[in-house]
């Protein structure tokens, strides 16, 4: 996963290979962003070629290559979050994007793809945290078992996709919450084909002296 810097420095080394037929220097990329210093310009770069987005040659200012595009990039639009836990009304907001390679996300070519912010706990057996970035394709259809964003009865949510004696309903992973049936209607939203787990940062307390009272 990319940040938007991130992307921003991967297209302008691709747009200047496509435009002059070379790879820009690392002082026109410090030039073309105002970066303080051409070690950020290397930081960027070696951040690029840790996951897998350029090809670099020691000790050449212009040696960068682009991989060859083995991997399909996208851009995928978060929209908003969606409760893993009691169904809740929530508006569409577009809080960023995501940019994944196309193939390992399972993202189809001509699919819209969609992503959406988990909020609670409900998933947890599906191994679906809190605070995660589940990537959906928009399908008004799914399978018996698809993990699902789903609209029941006018509330949004993230559950399974149950159909049991021919009667749809959607499945928490979690037993502490309820399967959800619908009253009225159920209508399927988009249907989860990834997931991104974002490193959650930790912070280790200081150590107490041996001097400090318990």
């Keep these: ?31 073309h962003f105002g970066l303080a210093s051409q070690t950020s310009v290397m930081q960027y770069l070696a ?23 083995k991997v399909r990039i996208t851009d995928i639009p978060i929209y908003g979050q969606i409760p893993a836990g009691m169904a809740a009304l929530t508006e569409q907001t577009v809080l960023g994007h995501v940019s994944l390679d196309a193939r390992s ?22 191994h679906i945290l809190d605070g995660d970035i589940v990537i959906l394709e928009d399908r008004k259809q799914a399978k018996n078992g698809d993990i699902v964003a789903a609209l029941i009865d006018g509330e949004t949510t993230l559950k399974r996709f149950v159909v049991e004696r021919g009667q749809p ?46």
């Design 1 to 31: 996963m990319l940040t938007d810097r991130q992307r921003s420095v991967l297209d302008f080394i691709q747009s200047q290979q496509r435009e002059k037929g070379v790879t820009p220097s690392t002082r026109e990329i410090q030039q």
């Design 47 to 69: 951040t690029l070629e840790r996951k897998g987005f350029l090809d670099r040659e020691a000790r050449k200012a212009r040696a960068l290559i682009t991989p060859v595009q």
């Design 105 to 126: 996300a399972n993202v189809s070519r001509n699919g819209r793809t969609f992503a959406l912010k988990v909020r609670g706990d409900s998933m947890v057996g599906a």
């Design 169 to 214: 309903y959607l499945k928490a992973e979690n037993p502490e919450y309820p399967d959800l049936h619908p009253a009225h209607d159920l209508r399927i939203q988009g249907v989860m084909v990834s997931l991104v787990r974002r490193q959650r940062s930790t912070v280790t307390a200081p150590a107490r002296s041996k001097a400090a009272k318990s």
